[in-house]
T-cell receptor, first 114, second 113 residues
Framework: KAGVTQTPRYLIKTRGQQVTLSCSPISGHRSVSWYQQTPGQGLQFLFEYFSETQRNKGNFPGRFSGRQFSNSRSEMNVSTLELGDSALYLC?????????????FGEGSWLTVV | SQKIEQNSEALNIQEGKTATLTCNYTNYSPAYLQWYRQDPGRGPVFLLLIRENEKEKRKERLKVTFDTTLKQSLFHITASQPADSATYLCALPLSGGYNKLIFGAGTRLAVHP
């Protein structure tokens, strides 16, 4: 069974630009969540989607948005990039949307904003 | 607000010894707690989940305890090996649940031959 796949793995953007990151969950998984990881703040929850609906959102500005498609694939978008958005963005999927399930992380997308 | 603290930034131990990592939390009564392993440049890998009504859980050389009175979890790796060297993260569900987790900063473990 293929794991969580994130694309692209690495990208460099300029301040003010926008970026879209993609996540393909494990087949059959319907819950997808996104996290940002930085050396200073660690792993922080961005948002979670289940059946195309955003169920939870973390404390990030509105520049961070996401969506989930009917095949459970998800994208997140960051608009008007700032230097502080440089981070590893991780997507995680789990089989069903209830609490206490194992969640499986992808390898992440490394974003550098210059 | 909910906070998680993990002990020290790095833990150095000798191969074959038991590594013990600590996770403390405040202002919170979680229904469960999870431990993850993260290698440099890679996503975290789920290791163990322990629920509030479980005192201890084991998986091969790993053992996790959960003391809801002390608000603490201990993560043990017995007979440690250099391949166990990684960062270990504990995570708790945030209110609202649904895979909304708060992570500790992680403890970097280095096992020396």
């Amino acid at each position: 069974k293929a794991g969580v796949t994130q694309t692209p793995r690495y990208l460099i953007k300029t301040r003010g630009q926008q970026v879209t990151l993609s996540c393909s969950p494990i087949s059959g998984h319907r819950s997808v969540s996104w996290y940002q990881q930085t050396p200073g703040q660690g792993l922080q929850f961005l948002f979670e989607y289940f059946s195309e609906t955003q169920r939870n959102k973390g404390n990030f500005p509105g520049r961070f948005s996401g969506r989930q498609f009917s095949n459970s694939r998800s994208e997140m978008n960051v608009s008007t990039l700032e230097l502080g958005d440089s981070a590893l963005y991780l997507c995680a999927s789990s089989p069903i949307g209830s609490e206490g399930n194992t969640i499986y992380f992808g390898e992440g997308s490394w974003l550098t904003v210059v | 607000s909910q906070k998680i603290e993990q002990n020290s930034e790095a833990l150095n131990i000798q191969e074959g010894k038991t590594a013990t990592l600590t996770c403390n939390y405040t202002n919170y009564s979680p229904a469960y707690l999870q431990w993850y392993r993260q290698d440099p440049g890679r996503g975290p890998v789920f290791l163990l989940l322990i629920r509030e009504n479980e005192k201890e859980k084991r998986k091969e050389r790993l053992k996790v305890t959960f003391d809801t009175t002390l608000k603490q979890s201990l993560f043990h790796i017995t007979a440690s090996q250099p391949a166990d060297s990684a960062t270990y993260l504990c995570a708790l569900p945030l209110s609202g649940g649904y895979n909304k987790l708060i992570f500790g900063a992680g403890t970097r473990l280095a096992v020396h031959p």
